[in-house]
């Protein structure tokens, strides 16, 4: 029974070695792209400041018909 189990799980793996695609390894890289403050255009990027903005809560009264 062993033997059987061993030598069908050898088989199984003879076919798929044989039948399998090879691997093709594929490296991805992340390069960012940095530029630089100074415009060959004379323009100069800023990020304006956002100020928050307080809110009261609203309270809401039921109105009944």
Do not use: H, N
């Amino acid at each position: 029974m062993k033997l059987g189990v061993v030598v069908f799980l050898g088989l199984l793996t003879v076919g798929c070695a044989l039948t399998a695609q090879p691997v093709v390894v594929q490296e991805s890289f992340f390069v960012p792209v940095i530029r630089s403050d100074v415009s060959s255009a004379g323009y100069t990027p800023t990020v304006t400041p956002t100020i928050p903005t307080k809110t009261t809560p609203r309270i809401y009264t039921p109105v009944l018909r």
